[in-house]
């Protein structure tokens, strides 16, 4: 199966791969790391619909690894806002800066690895991808479509050991990144998580799930924990038309990121609901987001009078701009609330 199944894997890739900003063209071109490793860091846990506009701005702005090593850490942060998962933005940052102090990207795989943000599957990607870099590459698409390749039943997370033996098995040794990328088109085009288009998918006669007449069960995964609710309050401070702003702690929930001051909630606790100014306030209504561990219900109160003084480090900033302050979705949801009465 194992030169089979990568040669007719190959030849489905070469005419049906999807065009891509971060993917080499022409054909047989070297891929920019740089663009790889960008894409890579960007595409984890997030949809390929939401990286494109963004990838397409860093690469605006930022053109090469250089260029991003040298861009202050707020001016990144801000950019990054709405794609989640700051730390990844941080990490980009760290990762861009030693890249460029060493001349370039390391090509291993093993040395890739010792970069700030690289797990093993970022590793793994820019190696083959964009090095051509034997390399076995496993993200969520990739175990869906070994899980029924292979008709691996046992539980997610404990069979990803079993998963990663068995496209060791199929991974070429050379084209090691079209293989990659050919197995995530598959995943995310033809073998997906609520449909299995086996009568289109290349590796149908040798698939060992569809074989069994219900591919779709596979991989079988754990059931979902229930996440805890927090609740707590974000502060609408605003003055001469302009609202103020804090500058979040580096480290922690949406660390680095410029937000509405709030009430020191986290995803271990709720807020105090204690108000960072006197005075009267008024509610303007409840946001809700969704964090990885935990739910959120934000309460919005909004500072009634025009005399505010707020305490401690902060910016005003015009809420003609408020599109630029780089909000994370959370707070550009409370944003929203607020200036939606006005409209």
Same mark, same amino acid.
């Given at each position: ?6 040669s007719l894997?190959?030849d ?6 999807? &065009? ?12 920019d790391p740089?663009r790889?490793?960008l894409?890579?860091v ?5 949809t390929?619909?939401a990286?494109?506009p963004?990838f $397409?701005?860093?690469t605006? /702005? ?5 260029? @991003?090593?040298?861009?202050p850490?707020?001016? *990144?942060?801000?950019?990054w806002?709405?794609l989640g ?7 980009l ?7 460029? +102090?060493?001349? !370039?990207?390391?090509e ?9 943000? @690289?797990? !093993?599957? =970022?590793a ?8 051509g870099?034997?390399a076995?590459?496993?993200?969520a698409?990739?175990?869906?479509v070994?899980a029924?390749?292979f008709?691996?039943?046992d539980?997610l997370p404990?069979?990803?050991? =079993?998963i ?6 199929? =991974?070429?040794e050379?084209r090691a ?9 598959l995943?995310?085009?033809i ?6 288009k ?12 569809r074989?069994?007449?219900?591919? @779709? ?8 924990k229930?996440? #805890? ?6 502060f609408? /401070?605003?003055?001469?038309d +302009? ?5 979040? #702690?580096?480290?922690?929930m949406l660390?680095?990121?410029? $937000?509405?001051p709030?009430? &020191?909630?986290s ?5 105090h609901?204690?108000?960072? *100014? ?7 209504? *409840?946001?809700?987001?969704?964090? =990885? ?5 934000l309460? *919005?109160?909004?500072?009634?009078g025009d &005399?505010?003084?707020?305490d401690g &480090?902060?910016?005003?900033w #015009? ?8 909000l ?8 929203r609330?607020v ?5």
């Amino acid at each position: 199966m194992t030169a089979t199944a990568s040669s007719l894997l190959l030849d489905w890739y070469d005419a049906h791969a999807r &065009d891509l900003p971060w993917r080499a063209t022409p054909a047989g071109a070297r891929p920019d790391p740089y663009r790889v490793w960008l894409s890579e860091v960007m595409l984890q846990q997030t949809t390929v619909a939401a990286v494109k506009p963004y990838f $397409a701005k860093f690469t605006d /702005i930022w053109p090469d690894v250089q260029a @991003l090593a040298a861009a202050p850490e707020e001016d *990144v942060m801000a950019a990054w806002a709405g794609l989640g998962y700051y730390s990844r933005a941080r990490n980009l940052v760290k990762c861009a800066r030693e890249v460029a +102090a060493l001349g !370039d990207f390391p090509e291993s795989e093993t040395e890739l690895r010792k970069l700030p943000g @690289l797990g !093993d599957y =970022t590793a793994a990607a820019v190696a083959a991808i964009a090095f051509g870099q034997r390399a076995v590459v496993v993200d969520a698409n990739v175990e869906r479509v070994v899980a029924r390749l292979f008709a691996i039943d046992d539980p997610l997370p404990g069979a990803r050991k =079993t998963i990663r033996a068995r496209a060791d098995t199929i =991974t070429p040794e050379k084209r090691a990144g079209d293989f990659a990328q050919a197995m995530m088109d598959l995943g995310s085009s033809i073998c997906t998580a609520r449909d299995a288009k086996c009568l289109l998918c290349p590796l149908s006669a040798r698939c060992e799930g569809r074989a069994t007449g219900d591919p @779709l069960r596979l991989p079988v995964k754990a059931p979902k924990k229930a996440k #805890p609710r927090r609740t707590g309050t974000a502060f609408w /401070i605003e003055r001469d038309d +302009a609202v103020w702003l804090v500058k979040r #702690p580096g480290k922690g929930m949406l660390g680095g990121m410029r $937000a509405l001051p709030d009430d &020191d909630w986290s995803a271990r606790g709720d807020g105090h609901g204690d108000a960072p *100014v006197s005075g009267a306030w008024k509610g303007a209504g *409840v946001v809700r987001h969704s964090f =990885t561990h935990f739910d959120i219900e934000l309460g *919005v109160a909004i500072h009634a009078g025009d &005399d505010a003084r707020p305490d401690g &480090d902060g910016e005003w900033w #015009p809420l003609s701009a408020i599109e630029d302050a780089g909000l994370p979705t959370l707070f550009a949801k409370a944003a929203r609330l607020v200036l939606a009465d006005r409209m």
